[in-house]
């Protein structure tokens, strides 16, 4: 196990290839919801409400944790849980009392004890998981607490960072996006439109959304100056 791109992950998980825990993190927030689906969808099917529990990471009770882990499900070969957020720089709003990294231990014992039958999936939505290029290998490097759980699921799973893509890489999603409600664009204008929207992708959407409107099947030209 280890860390992998977002294409190998979802490489992966189309064969059926799944892991244990997963560590779902980046600026790319809705890559990071995307591929949370599909490890859902690989584990569970269609059976996520009977198979599929969800935590909320900035107050996950790690004595809940645990007996959840541990519990079978007749509807689905997996017990999955995702838990969103949990942050191991503040684990708790109230930290009197306690000491973050004994609440990181205390969490890496529960995940070591992992039964078979269940998936767990960190995915990270709602904060900025710090990162640092390390130039000797070419790869982003976690430089926040969140290192030491990030550590421990790229050696017993998977860790997958989604950094947010470049107006290149948009580009072609953008011109099929565009294809698919029946109009057209060409790659320096999408190309374009993902730069004035800053590569998110979320807000790239919404442009969509209104240039394909406003163009009713048209190329989509000079609209592109009215976002």
């Known amino acids: 196990m280890a860390k992998v791109e977002p294409r190998a992950l979802n490489a992966a998980l189309k064969k059926g290839e799944l892991s244990r825990i997963y560590y779902l993190f980046g600026a790319d927030v809705t890559g990071v919801e995307k591929m949370t689906r599909a490890v859902i969808r690989a584990a569970v099917g269609g059976n996520e409400e009977f198979a599929l529990t969800k935590l909320n990471g900035r107050r996950l009770d790690l004595a809940e944790l645990e007996d959840l882990s541990g519990q079978f499900n007749m509807m689905s070969e997996y017990n999955c849980i995702l838990i969103n957020d949990y942050n191991c720089e503040r684990p708790y ?12 231990k205390k969490l890496l014992e529960v995940l070591k004890n992992i039964p078979e039958q269940t998936i767990i999936i960190f995915n990270i939505t709602g904060f900025e998981v710090k990162v640092q290029r390390d130039f000797r290998t070419n790869a982003n490097v976690i430089k926040d ?46 190309r374009e439109l993902a730069e004035i929207c800053l590569c998110d992708e979320l807000v790239i959407s919404s442009e969509i959304e209104k240039l394909c409107a406003y163009a009713d099947g048209r190329c989509i030209k000079e609209y592109n100056k009215r976002i």
Not at 93 to 104: A, E, H, L
Not at 159 to 176: D, M, Q, R, V, Y
């Open 145 to 190: 607490k969140n290192k030491k759980l990030a550590d421990f699921v790229a050696k017993n799973g998977i860790l997958c960072e989604f950094p947010i893509k470049t107006s290149g890489e948009l580009a072609k999603t953008i011109s099929g996006k565009v294809s698919s409600r029946g109009g057209s664009i060409s790659i320096e204008n999408a």
């Open 93 to 104: 709003d109230d930290m009197r009392g306690k000491s973050v990294d004994d609440v990181t």
